[in-house]
C-alpha cells in the first residue's frame, strides 16, 4: 500500500529552523514528482518546494526562496526541506506529495499526499 509520513514539525520561535522529512513506501514504480505544500488555517494551500528525481528541475515559492532548502535522497525514498531564518507567516500545516512524472509544482499534478506535519513559529 503507498505510504507517505512526514516529520520534522514542531513549534519554534521565529529566526529558528526545522527540518521536515517525508519518507515514502509502497509505490510500484519510481517516483519522479516530489514537493512540499502548506496550508494555512482559512487559506489556500500553496506550494513551498518541488524537485523530480533527478534533481534538474526544482521549484521554490519568492516567500522562502534563500531560506528554505529541498532535497532527497532516493536511494532510502525520503525527501528534506531544510528550512532556516523561519519567520511567523511559515505557520502552516505542511504536506508532501508525489507524482509518477514531473510536470511542474502546481496541486493538481500531485496524486499522492502524506496527513502533514505542523510548523508553528511565534513571535
Known amino acids: 500500500q503507498v505510504e507517505m509520513v512526514e516529520s520534522g514539525g514542531g513549534l519554534v520561535q521565529a529566526g529558528g529552523s526545522l527540518r521536515l522529512s517525508c519518507t515514502a513506501s509502497?509505490?510500484?514504480?519510481?517516483?519522479?514528482?516530489m514537493a512540499w505544500f502548506r496550508q494555512a488555517p482559512m487559506k489556500e494551500r500553496e506550494g513551498v518546494s518541488c524537485v523530480n528525481r533527478s534533481g534538474e528541475r526544482i521549484y521554490y515559492a519568492d516567500s522562502v526562496k534563500g531560506r528554505f532548502t529541498i532535497s532527497r535522497d532516493n536511494a532510502k525514498n525520503t525527501l528534506y526541506l531544510q528550512m532556516n531564518s523561519l519567520k511567523p507567516d511559515d505557520t502552516a500545516m505542511y504536506y508532501c506529495?508525489?507524482?509518477?512524472?514531473?510536470?511542474?509544482?502546481?496541486?493538481?499534478?500531485?496524486?499522492?499526499w502524506g496527513q502533514g506535519t505542523q510548523v508553528t513559529v511565534s513571535s
Open positions: 506529495a508525489a507524482t509518477r512524472y514531473y510536470s511542474g509544482c502546481s496541486m493538481g499534478h500531485f496524486a499522492y
Open positions: 509502497g509505490f510500484p514504480f519510481d517516483v519522479d514528482g
